[in-house]
């Protein structure tokens, strides 16, 4: 049928995701191929099951269309299956192959979006990224897995591994049932296998391995390059548990005041920090959500920019700032963005562990919600410890002094200014 040929890692793969287990883990770095065999073996099932349906599911709508249905999907079928003639209905995302078998893709980020996929039985669902969906949403959503077809039914996943906290190693390579953590009662349903992009080195850019990934900083190299679970950090103020366990798809109530917290850089240099930009608010009934991680390297003006539009996205009634580091000029950046920003500037007179311990004491209570996955801010806060961070944990900046300013202010919409 094609001319497609597999590298090591691939045929394993493939004997994987075909075997007895019913839930098949692939795991690694960047750019191991794990999304292009899935893609394949998804087809695969379909083609030799007529009327048969699928699903390939990411946390957001628009994630699953520009990566998987509009790139991935379009490759794989051009390698592996030159000859295959599909229709493609871009609206409801759905690709239609000639034995009448589908497949759809979707987002599980709104409940539109959830409902419109989940409202049909299928015999396969591929969660592309699972790190960056809750546990939660992976259980609704295999209760779908129940179409009768030739198939057994099994679900795919695939993701850059985070923490030795997150579902996906407490339920693939620890084999516990992450809510319970009780050891799960088919452990042979389970299969995982590490993909690294050294394994797939046949297929990628030259110097993409040596040059991209071996400049990554030594926690991004563990996770981008070697495709390890990173240890929780012994000494840390958060662990990804904490976060998981109260993790939201959506915010619930009404929020009575939204934050923006800046940890701004002052150059934005190859070697210069990133400026921390992290939404929170605070509903009536005392919870809090972290709304967003708009974090970036950029000049102060492109940074002003970015807090002023995440200031309009979520109707922030107040943008918080630390001036330690460009004084006035920090707030003539987020002036020239916006001449009516609400801003406070604030000074750093304590430790930034010290700072955030009253951040922590929240989460340890389990009033504050992750809307969605925030993975590099959640990857600064479960790593920070001091004397011990590489690099500088700006995301979690941004977000101790959002939640200070919700901490020490009262109730009610109102604008603050310095």
């Known amino acids: ?23 098949v883990l692939l795991y690694g770095g960047s750019r191991s191929g794990k999304t292009f065999i899935t893609v394949y ?17 990411r946390f957001r709508g628009n994630s699953v269309r520009q990566s998987v249905l509009n790139d991935t999907f379009h490759k794989v079928v051009k390698v592996c299956f030159p000859k295959l003639k599909f229709k493609l209905n871009r609206t409801d995302m759905l690709v239609e192959l000639p034995n009448r078998a589908e497949i759809w893709f979707g987002g599980l980020d709104t409940p539109e979006r959830s409902e419109k996929i989940l409202g049909r039985e299928f015999a396969t669902i591929y969660f592309n990224e699972c790190s960056e969906i809750s546990y939660d949403s992976v259980l609704l959503a295999q209760t779908r897995l129940a179409q009768r077809t030739a198939l057994r039914n099994k679900s795919f996943f695939d993701c850059n591994p985070s923490g030795t906290g997150h579902w996906t190693y407490l339920l693939f390579v620890r084999k516990v049932d992450p809510a319970s953590r009780r050891a799960v009662s088919a452990p042979d349903g389970y299969a995982c296998m590490r993909m690294n992009p050294s394994g797939n080195s046949a297929n990628l850019p030259k110097g993409y391995i040596e040059e991209t990934l071996a400049g990554l900083s030594i926690r991004q190299r563990r996770r981008f390059l070697d495709g390890e679970f990173a240890a929780e950090s012994e000494g840390a103020l958060w662990t990804r548990n904490e976060i998981d366990l109260h993790r ?7 929020l009575e005041r939204v934050v923006i917290g800046v940890d701004p850089a002052v150059t934005a240099g190859s070697a210069s920090d990133l400026t921390g930009i992290v939404a929170v608010g605070r509903g009536a009934s005392g919870h809090y959500y972290v709304l967003a991680d708009r974090s970036l390297s950029a000049t102060p003006l492109q940074w002003a920019a970015a807090v002023s539009a995440a200031c309009s996205e979520f109707f922030a009634d107040c943008v918080v700032g630390e001036c ?6 920090i707030e003539m950046a987020l002036r020239g963005a916006d001449a009516a920003l609400p801003f406070k500037k ?6 930034k562990f010290v700072r955030a311990e009253p951040v922590a004491a929240l989460y340890e209570r389990g009033i504050v919600h992750h809307v969605g996955n925030l993975i590099k801010l ?12 590489d690099g500088s944990p700006d995301r979690m900046d941004a977000l101790v002094w959002a939640f200070t300013e ?12 310095a």
């Open 346 to 351: 604030v000074t750093a007179t304590r430790g």
């Open 378 to 389: 959640e990857e600064q806060m479960c790593s920070f410890v001091p004397g011990r961070f």
């Open 324 to 329: 330690n580091q460009g004084g006035d000029l």
């Open 1 to 23: 049928m094609n001319n497609f040929k597999k590298t090591d890692d691939q045929r394993r793969a493939l004997a994987m995701l075909g075997g007895p287990a019913r839930n």
């Open 406 to 417: 919700l901490l020490n202010s009262g109730g009610g919409n109102r604008w603050i200014t």
């Open 248 to 254: 939201t798809d959506s915010v619930t109530e009404d």
């Open 41 to 57: 073996a998804l087809i695969y099932r379909a083609l030799h099951a007529p009327a048969s349906r699928h699903a390939i599911l």
